[in-house]
């Protein structure tokens, strides 16, 4: 299996459920993110993780917790959330988050939350 | 603060009317300006990166070209398939580990 990987593809949850959004890359980076896409509205950055060390955290809600067990894989639990969290949630890979080079994007999580 | 504004926000074809797409950006020192397309259901897939002013790339038919100030993306006789959400994004050269900053996309409709 080549590129980035993401499960599950669709989910549904309720405003107290905990689930967990799970990625993986298969392309041999050091720099894994997520992306929180919503109609309307540009790719927002939530975190980045640079050789399992996060390095990037924009503001996003302590219900949003990432983690990072090694360089090819990259979680991201969920707990309490509101209906405004309903969004395509990307994750993304490169080799160097640093230095101006493209992203490979997986194919997303469809978040609805009721 | 960086700043990327793309237009249109929808653009429809008819098949093998040529157009243009485009992105304006505001940034302190640009390091790499990128297009994505994105298929519904999809991740965007990475089409170019330019560096600098006066820089063009070109695939199949598209072609991106980058000024100080904007960048376009010419889709010449395009085909049904070409239907995509085209995305820009820029990174500053001082932006440290945060990526990229993206527009919010041209929905692109090409009709046979």
């Known amino acids: 299996e080549t590129g980035v990987t993401q499960t599950p593809r669709h989910l549904v949850m309720g405003m107290t459920n905990k689930k967990s959004l799970k990625c993986e890359q298969h392309?041999?980076?050091?720099?894994m993110y997520w992306y929180k896409q919503s109609a309307k509205k540009p790719l927002e950055l939530m975190f980045v993780y640079s050789l399992e060390e996060r390095v990037e955290n924009n503001s996003v809600p302590s219900r949003f917790s990432p983690e990072c067990p090694n360089s090819s894989h990259l979680f991201l639990h969920l707990h309490t959330l509101q209906p405004e969290d309903s969004a395509l949630y990307l994750c993304?890979?490169?080799?160097?988050?640093?230095?101006?080079?493209?992203?490979?994007f997986g194919s997303g999580t469809q978040l609805s939350v009721l | 603060e960086d700043q990327v504004t793309q237009s249109p926000e929808a653009l429809r074809l008819q098949e093998g009317e040529s157009s243009s797409l485009n992105c304006s950006y505001t940034?302190?020192?640009?390091?790499?300006l990128f297009w994505y397309r994105q298929d519904p259901g999809k991740g965007p897939e990475f089409l170019f990166t330019l560096y600098s002013a006066g820089e063009e790339k070109e695939k199949e038919r598209l072609k991106a070209t980058l000024t100080k100030k904007e960048s376009f993306l010419h889709i010449t006789a395009p085909k049904p398939e070409d239907s995509a959400t085209y995305l820009c994004a820029v990174q500053a050269r001082n932006s440290g580990n945060t990526p990229l900053v993206f527009g919010k996309g041209t929905r692109l409709s090409v009709i046979a």
């Open positions: 392309l041999g980076h050091n720099a």
């Open positions: 940034v302190s020192g640009l390091r790499g």
């Open positions: 993304a890979s490169s080799q160097d988050p640093g230095r101006g080079e493209k992203l490979f």
